[in-house]
Each structure stands twice: as C-alpha cells, then as structure tokens.
C-alpha cells in the first residue's frame, strides 16, 4: 500500500450546486465525519487531505463553493481548476435539481469539453416525506448527462458520503487510464452497487404533460455537448 507523501497523486474536486442543497454539509461530513445543523451561505472553503481509495493514497483538494457564482470570474476559475465535479442537488428541492444542467453546461463550456469527470449527487434523501424528486427522474437526468449518479445523505448516520467523493476520484483516474491506453482497449460499463450506477442508465417511463411534452420535476433533459473529449467510465468497486 502506498504511504502518504509518496507521490500521493493530487486531485482537485469542486462541488457545486444551488445554495441550500447541501454542499457543505457533505463536505463537512467527508472530511471532519460530523454533520452540521442549519444552512449558513458558503463564501468559499477548501479542505485537503490524505485519503485512501482503492488502497492508494491521494491527497483530496475539494473547494466548497458558494453555488451563485458559475457564471462569474471566480466560478470559471475554480472551473477551469478542477479535475472532476460532485453536481449537487436537494431531493426535496425540484428547482435546484432543474439548474444542474446550467452547471454542467458552464463547467464543459469552460472546459471546452464534450464531457468530464462528474457525477450527480441527490442530497437529502433521507427526508423522504419531502421529497420533490424522485430516484427515477435523477437517474433519468445522469443518463441524460451521460454522468454517475449517487444519492447521499450528511445527516448521522451518513449515507454514501464517502462513497461520492471517492468514485469521482475513480472515475478521475480511469479517464486518465483511457488517455494512456490504446484506442483497441475497451473498457465495459458496468453497474455499480448501492445508490451508484454508471452511465447509460435505462430511460424509465415519464409521465407526459398535456401537449404531449415529457414530464421531469428536473425539466428538459435535452443538453448540447460540447469539445471532443471522450466519456468517462466507472469502475466497478465500492469504497473502503
């Protein structure tokens, strides 16, 4: 096993989202393991540190930002920074689930990419009675995205806070694996377990609206790639 400071690949990760949806409270709970009561708006805060995944020690430099910045400087500096992104959104919030798709636009908009290291975090899951958005319609939306999709909850005890932040960094390094490898190498999509699934993810039945439209508390899943990047893959491991 590697030992920290031996080369300990660095990743930097920036989690994004609507204000309110949760954003640092999953970091909180990722890096310090408790949860924090009540929303207080984010400015801006990073947190590094050494941490496992898949018995290989990085080093995680994740910036929580403020969620009302991606249109700014600043947000396209933190976007043109990152390696990979967590798109955060509240299961009890439709609207917030409705703009992910202006943040994953800007981020490959700035990246000049047709696609990227991201993966889809439904938050708050746990507070079911509320939930405006359900399982199917965020599935619906990864698959659309062409992302991983994972639904989290910060509240004690934690569900798949972990293992959010940590198939990014997998899904990090099996893009870089890719760019390396001969283009004969094919690497299959698998189905990943409990709450994680790789893209494509099988389009449910929606219901439809009066003229005929698709109905989605996440709204139009119609998005225009951009650059000519290749799509990133899963791999198929849980974290420690």
Not at 13 to 37: A, N
Not at 44 to 50: F, M, V
Not at 195 to 203: A, F, N
């Amino acid at each position: 096993m590697q030992r920290p400071g031996d080369n300990a690949v660095t990743y930097k990760l920036v989690v994004v989202g609507e204000g309110g949806v949760g954003k640092s409270t999953l970091t909180i709970q990722f890096f310090q393991k408790m949860f924090v009561e009540g929303y207080a708006p984010t400015i801006e805060n990073s947190y590094i540190q050494h941490v496992e995944v898949d018995r290989q020690v990085c080093v995680l430099d994740v910036l929580d930002t403020a969620g009302q910045e991606k249109f700014s400087a600043l947000g396209q500096q933190y976007m043109r920074k990152g390696h990979g992104f967590l798109l955060v959104y509240s299961a009890i919030d439709a609207n917030s689930c409705k703009n992910i798709r202006s943040f994953y636009n800007e981020i490959l908009r700035v990246k000049n990419r047709k696609s990227y290291p991201m993966i889809l975090v439904a938050n708050k899951v746990d507070l079911v009675h509320l939930r405006k958005v359900s399982e199917e319609e965020g599935r619906e939306l990864a698959a659309e995205l062409n992302i991983a999709y994972i639904e989290t909850s910060a509240k004690d005890p934690p569900m798949n806070v972990d293992s959010a932040f940590q198939e990014l960094v997998r899904i990090i390094r099996i893009g870089k694996n890719k760019k390396s490898s001969s283009p004969s190498v094919h690497h299959p999509r698998r189905q990943l377990v409990d709450g994680l699934s790789s893209p494509p993810v099988p389009h449910p039945r929606r219901q439809l609206n009066e003229d005929g439209t698709p109905s989605s508390q996440c709204g139009n899943t119609n998005h225009t790639p951009r650059g000519n990047d290749d799509n990133t893959l899963l791999a198929d491991q849980n974290d420690k």
